[in-house]
């Protein structure tokens, strides 16, 4: 395998077959002799990225998915290359016959690129790999294959090819530009003039953090919060405790704001602050109405 130093990783996650000619050798192994068929073989199949597609070979059917391209940042200073990350794909192979058995391999599988050569993406391992394997009717193989392209260049098709009859099928997708960090989707948008001036983007804001509900007899800070609800939504204030310093105790509800000595009602549980933030209990006035009157 030729060196791929100096070059970014960019994925074509596919799965490969070759015919082996009804036995498990090896596919370079001469394939038995055929009635030449007065038709032309079918014309190569296509689809896009993703799509499953149904070629013939001989006696075997077999069915391939080529997945989305996986992107590897490119190396930084353009020193090395960074390692291309592989993702595994699904071959299904049907066999119909005695003699159809595939030998499964990576090098059935090209790129093309948008480079002067058209296959000039050199196909490398990728973990965890597309095993060499032969495959009888109805088995499935999972593994992945990687290309190597210069920075800058681009992947725009996936091409199965078969010793016997050519190219089966091709998978074609958008270019995959080489670039440093993740993957990313090209934009179908026209580029902008060189004039243009891209507008800022604004920051996403970020969440407060929830807020934890007191317990009873946890420490608190009056100056901060003189009045709070338990998780079980008991009402609890914030008092000095003896010398241990202000704790949560449990408390009447706190039912708002009112000016002192404004009516209240003493049949309903509850306490009132001033504007200020004192605390107010509804008592009994000599002579007149309950009121809230501030605690001494």
């Not at 592989?86 to 003699?99: D, K, M, Y």
Request: hydrophobic share 40%.
């Amino acid at each position: 395998m030729q060196s791929i130093r100096g070059m970014a990783g960019i994925m074509a996650l596919v799965s490969t077959v070759s015919f082996g000619g009804g036995c498990a050798n090896p596919p370079e192994r001469a394939r038995p002799s055929r009635t030449p068929q007065a038709t032309a073989p079918p014309a190569p199949q296509a689809g896009p990225l993703g799509a499953k597609i149904r070629v013939q070979d001989g006696d075997a059917v077999v069915e391939v998915t080529v997945a989305d391209l996986a992107q590897a940042p490119a190396a930084a200073g353009g020193a090395g290359a960074a390692e291309p990350l592989g993702v595994p794909v699904r071959a299904t192979v049907t066999v119909h016959g005695l003699a159809g058995i595939y030998h499964v391999n990576a090098s059935a599988f090209a790129a093309r690129t948008a480079a002067a050569d058209p296959l000039a993406a050199e196909p490398v391992p990728v973990p965890p790999g597309l095993p060499a394997a032969d495959v009888r009717g109805g088995e499935t193989v999972l593994g992945a294959v990687g290309f190597t392209v210069a920075p800058g260049e681009a992947i725009e098709e996936v091409l199965l090819q078969s010793g016997l009859r050519g190219r089966l099928a091709t998978w074609t997708a958008r270019p995959v530009r080489v670039t440093a960090g993740p993957a990313s989707t090209p934009s179908q948008a026209p580029p902008l003039p060189s004039t243009a001036v891209l507008a800022p983007i604004a920051p996403t804001p970020r969440s407060a953090p929830a807020k934890v509900a007191p317990a009873v007899g946890a420490t608190c800070d009056p100056a901060v919060d003189n009045h709070s609800t338990a998780a079980g939504g008991r009402p609890l204030k914030c008092r000095r405790v003896g010398a241990s310093g202000p704790r949560w105790v449990a408390s009447l509800p706190l039912l708002g704001t009112a000016q002192p000595d404004s009516a209240c009602d003493p049949h309903v549980p509850g306490l009132k602050a001033t504007p200020e933030g004192k605390d107010m209990f509804c008592v009994d006035a000599p002579g007149g109405p309950p009121l809230w009157r501030p605690a001494e």
